[in-house]
């Protein structure tokens, strides 16, 4: 049977529509005459892989910040800067897809309301969150490279900053305007992609990178670089600084002379 709704595909009150007629109009006339029912169509497919993407999500988000803990974990060789990485990772990410919600599901701007693709939150998650995570190790590196010279945690965001700050600002300002371009297209895929990893890119390269994680680093202070004694001796050493790391035996005869 061929049902023609007087909405369009995308209008929320046909995908009411696909529900009603799985949960409450088919399940009734099939008890009556024996008879199974499958419900196709634009709206119903983009609705099934909708929820499907929707019970995955959780799952991918875990596997991706949890492998992302675990790497500036053994980078850096402390438990709360991951942890505040990927924090501020999600909020930059959240603010991005709540712009996106605002502007192309509710309309704001004069934006024809409709729904999001599924996979747009999915694509916008991942680009978005290893763009953040590369200006974070930019960032988080050099303070940890002035820290092992000078050793004052204060000088270490100061300097940090300074050096890093302009290239993660102008990096951000380049990607902004790339992805900006999207949204002089027609397409509405591509004004939702351009548009929401534009918002996710100034969040973060401009706010959190370049405000939030040095003062959260400033207020940390020594305690930034915590990690338990037993967890430390089973991490492995990765050499940041690009330059041999000493051993016991250099020590002991650094030490002796």
């Known amino acids: ?37 499958f419900v ?17 999500m959780p799952y991918f988000i875990a596997v991706v910040v949890g492998l992302s803990l675990l790497i500036l974990m053994v980078m850096f060789r402390s438990v709360l800067i991951p942890i505040k990485a990927a924090v501020l990772n999600l909020v930059s990410i959240g603010a991005a897809l709540g712009a996106m919600t605002l502007v192309f599901q509710e309309g704001l701007f004069g934006i024809e309301p409709a729904p999001i693709e599924a ?45 890093t700050g302009a290239v993660i600002t102008a990096a951000g300002l380049i990607m902004i305007l790339i992805f900006g371009a999207f949204m002089l297209s027609h397409q509405r895929l591509l004004q939702q992609v351009g548009f929401g990893m534009a918002v996710a890119i100034l969040v973060d390269a401009v706010i959190i990178r370049c405000l939030v994680v040095p003062a959260a680093m400033q207020l940390m ?18 050499n940041l600084e690009s330059r041999p790391q000493p051993t016991d035996t250099t020590l002991a005869k650094e030490h002796a002379s």
């Open 1 to 37: 049977m061929l049902a023609i709704p007087d909405t369009s595909p995308q209008d929320e009150r046909t995908a009411e529509l696909v529900t009603t007629l799985r949960e409450d109009v088919l399940p009734k006339l099939s008890d009556q005459t024996g008879a199974g029912f």
């Open 119 to 163: 996979y747009i939150p999915v694509l916008v998650f991942s680009i978005v969150f290893g763009l953040s995570m590369d200006y974070e190790v930019f960032l988080v590196s050099r303070i940890h490279e002035e820290r092992e010279r000078t050793g004052s945690d204060e000088s270490a965001v100061r300097e940090g900053l300074a050096h």
């Open 40 to 56: 196709g169509g634009a709206t119903a497919a983009t609705q099934d892989y909708a929820d499907k993407v929707a019970q995955r």
């Open 221 to 238: 202070g020594r305690w930034a670089w915590w990690m338990p004694a037993a967890l430390a001796r089973r991490m492995p050493r990765l």
